[in-house]
């Protein structure tokens, strides 16, 4: 069986109004420069993974522009929520012939499931007991190899709880009961960063429209501002390339597309 080939985008920060800006990007002009990247890909994805953070705003108005860029796609997309998302309007505007928010997919020999970490009114991320109960009960089902999609990594790459997963250490410890699974995407950080753990590969995965560099080591002081130890670069715009192979391998990049 030939590879599958996967593209994640993440971070997408779509604004409601045209023209709008965050942090000097037009957040729908970069995702469509990035997704004009991706439709040239050859041979083409078969799949894209946005893995949250799709709006900036959990607008009605940002999702649906958000779904007439969709549109435009080849392929599938399946969606995540993330920290920024509303999670009900996303499925009320979002969602559509194509633009999937399914739970688990099976694609080649290869099951990815999407694992929920967003917290109610909360920046970080946190898997709750119900979540990890299915997560268990789900990877106890399927002997294929599993490719895992959240929105915060439990990779530690900050000291900033922020960026952190709260209970990080819980889910690694679930994760590595079960030898099928493979990889583990996310997003959220802006930034893009690769651990092996054994068998498993945890990656996190750049912005749409603008990336960070996390440089806080200790925890932040209460009176200190998110920007005193973080940088932002709006000069280029990021996507990752996977191929799922037979057997449990996973080939990846990251590309970038120039601002
Ligand atoms: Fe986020």
Do not use: F
């Given at each position: 069986m030939k590879p599958v080939r996967v593209v994640q985008i993440s971070d997408l920060h779509i604004l409601p109004e045209d023209g709008q800006m965050l942090a000097g990007v037009d957040t729908s002009l970069s995702l469509v420069k990035v997704l004009d990247d991706i439709k040239k890909l050859s041979p083409p994805a078969e799949l894209i993974i946005a893995s949250g953070d799709l709006s900036d705003d959990g607008s009605t108005q940002s999702y649906q522009r958000l779904h007439d860029i969709f549109d435009t796609l080849p392929c599938p997309v399946y969606v995540l929520a993330g920290n920024h998302d509303e999670t009900e309007t996303m499925l009320n505007h979002l969602l559509a012939e194509k633009t999937f928010y399914d739970r688990q997919k099976s694609l080649g020999d290869w099951q990815i499931i999407f694992v929920n970490t967003k917290r109610e009114g909360a920046s970080y991320g946190f898997v709750d007991d119900d979540e990890m109960?299915?997560?268990?009960?789900?990877?106890?089902?399927?002997?294929?190899?599993?490719?895992?999609?959240?929105?915060?990594?439990?990779?530690?790459?900050?000291?900033?709880?922020?960026?952190?997963?709260?209970?990080?250490?819980?889910?690694?410890k679930l994760i590595k009961q079960f030898k099928q699974v493979k990889g583990l995407i996310a997003g959220h950080t802006h930034n893009h960063a690769e651990e092996v753990h054994g068998d498993l590969r945890i990656m996190t995965t750049?912005?749409?429209?603008?990336?960070?560099?996390?440089?806080?080591?200790?925890?932040p002081k209460p009176s200190e501002e998110f920007w005193a130890h973080h940088q932002a670069d709006i000069s280029r715009y990021g996507y990752r390339l996977l191929e799922l192979t037979t057997g449990g391998a996973i080939t990846s990049e990251v590309r970038w597309v120039d601002a």
């Open positions: 109960r299915w997560l268990e009960t789900r990877l106890s089902k399927t002997n294929q190899s599993v490719l895992l999609v959240m929105h915060h990594t439990p990779l530690r790459l900050c000291a900033s709880p922020t960026c952190q997963m709260q209970n990080a250490d819980q889910l690694l750049p912005s749409t429209m603008v990336q960070v560099t996390h440089n806080q080591t200790e925890a």
